[in-house]
């Protein structure tokens, strides 16, 4: 067992909450570790990170909206700042088939561009639609990133599957710990309201350079994914469906919802030869996100397909949370 320190911190998972917060506490001074049985360059569907689609749209009506707005901010910063990060600026266009106005939709003063669209422009069945700038990311390509930045800031990556937080503690010789193990969060913090939720999608090659969003009665969206020459074609949501085996019935249901959306964009698509199937579980939590301290134990997990939209936000509060149970929390200025 390794000797605690007082300001040695582990964080376990290294999915994008977990490698958020481990740069904000990098960043502060403090001694991180994580500790993770997957790894950025990592597929598996053990973790939903490395399969997202990694577009910043809020879902409409959610809580914790100031998390929200401060990941994006975030984010917005480092595509210009840093475009090898894979992080860009990007139209995006979301539509709704199961409300009819955007009165609801909170963050359309927060977001550039914002601009309602005329229903005459809608795709069929959609009752309203509006198009914003947001940001997006590869995550084949920002997660290395991320694991690249942090091992600069000395930051030590433990390739292990933990059977519980007080070992990654112990293994580490950690005073803290940073839960961010998402879907193992309902052994490794014994909460049974964790949920799993199976996506599938498929990637095509393609110059189309939008984001483009359904939401309501079937989900539906096209998503571009940096320096890869294509984009993402989704989607679906299967609560409690674990299987990561493809259905490739789907595939066709997929990319008749997409035309539909894009009035025949990737009509040209053979989905025999033309797709790479991508299958992924989204970690939930019924109940909504959890981020809170618990003894020596801040909790951060439950975000399903949102991690990427909450992820600098949750992070600022790990960190906050994290200083508070060392005993150097700082006055909110």
Request: glycine share 12%.
């Amino acid at each position: 067992m390794a000797g605690e320190r007082h300001d040695n911190v582990v964080v376990v998972g290294a999915g994008i909450i977990g490698l958020a917060s481990a740069l904000l506490l990098a960043e502060d001074g403090l001694n991180v570790s994580i500790v993770a049985k997957d790894l950025p360059g990592d597929g598996g569907l053990g973790w939903a990170s490395p399969h997202a689609g990694a577009t910043l749209i809020p879902p409409p009506e959610m809580g914790n909206q100031e998390m929200a707005m401060e990941s994006i901010r975030w984010y917005r910063s480092l595509a210009k700042s840093d475009p090898s990060s894979s992080v860009r600026t990007v139209k995006a266009t979301e539509y709704f088939t199961d409300r009819e106005t955007d009165d609801a939709i909170w963050y359309k003063e927060f977001v550039p561009k914002y601009k309602l669209l005329p229903k005459g422009s809608l795709p069929p069945g959609c009752k309203v639609g509006y198009s914003f700038e947001t940001c997006l990311a590869n995550p084949e390509v920002f997660l290395p990133w991320l694991k690249k930045t942090l091992e600069g800031l000395g930051v030590n990556f433990i390739r292990s599957e933990v059977k519980s937080l007080l070992e990654a503690k112990a293994m580490t010789g950690a005073s803290i710990v940073v839960n961010a193990s998402g879907l193992w969060a309902k052994t490794l913090a014994t909460d049974s309201a964790v949920v799993g939720y199976r996506g599938q999608t498929m990637f095509v090659k393609s110059d189309y350079n939008e984001v483009r969003l359904i939401n309501g009665h079937e989900y539906t969206y096209v998503i571009p994914r940096m320096f890869s020459g294509g984009v993402i074609l989704g989607g679906i949501s299967q609560e409690n469906n674990f299987d990561g085996t493809v259905d490739t019935n789907l595939r066709k249901d997929i990319l008749r919802r997409v035309n539909r959306m894009t009035g025949g964009a990737f009509e040209y698509v053979n989905i025999d030869t033309d797709v790479k199937d991508i299958v992924g579980v989204r970690p939930g939590r019924k109940g909504g996100i959890r981020v809170e301290l618990d003894g020596d134990t801040v909790h951060a997990y439950g975000f399903k397909g949102a991690g990427y939209v909450y992820s600098f936000g949750a992070a600022a509060k790990v960190k906050r949370l994290v200083l508070q149970a060392l005993g150097k929390a700082r006055p909110k200025l």
